[in-house]
């Protein structure tokens, strides 16, 4: 069994790839992991560490959109697991020509490989941002979808290509959409890593606008859990949708890290909302739920502690990383 796992240093590709030499998904317990991973300012080989010594991990740095490169590590290839984008919506409004590259040419590469060399499953990982915003209630995952921002639209311009190709060749492609990760491993620019470290060096914290804005919060190691039980039982063509179970304001999330430091609301710097801010993201999971028995495991104030302390006693990893940080949360 071999899997190549695009994106693999990145913060959630690096977690399951963690998990799958670890032994945490027994249909992989002795797969073969290839990571294709171009080490852009987000990736990080050091997210390898602690497995980079196993035997059944091979890294290749390279470029999803380089056709040549994609056909030779596909090769042999039973299940793609596709984490790697351009994620970050603040990058996304200032230029969005790398998030349509990547996030679009560079799926449809992967996905034309696959059907040339007859990978058996290939899941797709998207964003509930494809939705756009909801007010109340959650989304299935037959809402249509509304996109407000380049990044997101350039990840619902994937999602619809990876369904073409189950649709039109008889690819073997699910899709999933997740709610906001957070957990070890993350990148410092998105909002959970920004304000614990930020905090933990006596820095503020920037809170967009009215501070009202509604994320629900999912550990990686659940959302990963989620990502292999697509990949061990999902229906070809189905998109299934990965959420935590907790929802917060911008506020309620604000309150708890400071009360996660022991900081006060004078270390929080209000600054302007994002242009296009969506309001409210909310997934419904019943589908993941009933076909496959996903449920989220870690409860966010465990997650949430031990982020903390992960952060608090690795300061070698963020601080080398800071200066490549744009200063912005998701």
Known sequence: MRVLVTGGAGFIGS????????????????????VLDKLTYAGNEANLAPVADSPRLRFVRGDICDPAQVTAVMRGVDLVVHFAAESHVDRSILGSADFVLTNVLGTQTLLQAALEAGVGRFVHVS?????????????????????????SASKASSDLLAR???????????????????GPYQFPEKVVPLFVTNLLDGLNVPLYG??????????????????????????????????????????????????????GWDRVEPVADRKGHDRRYSVDITKIATELGYAPQISFEDGLAETVRWYATNREWWERLRSRAALGGK
């Open 127 to 151: 964003t509930d941002e494809v939705y756009g915003s909801i007010d109340e209630g959650s989304w299935t995952e037959e809402h249509l979808l509304e996109p407000n921002s380049p990044y």
């Open 210 to 263: 009215d501070g009202l804005n509604v994320r629900d919060w999912l550990h990686v190691d659940d959302h990963c859990r989620g990502i292999q039980l697509v990949a061990d039982g999902g229906r070809p063509g189905e998109i299934y949708n990965i959420g935590g179970g907790t929802e917060l304001t911008n506020q309620e999330l604000t309150e708890r890290l400071l009360t996660a430091l022991d900081a």
């Open 15 to 34: 977690h399951y790839v963690r998990q799958v030499l670890a032994g945490a998904y027994p249909t992989l317990a002795e797969a073969e992991v290839v």
């Open 164 to 182: 073409s190709y189950h649709r039109t060749h008889g690819l073997h492609v699910c899709v999933t959409r997740c709610s906001n990760n957070y």
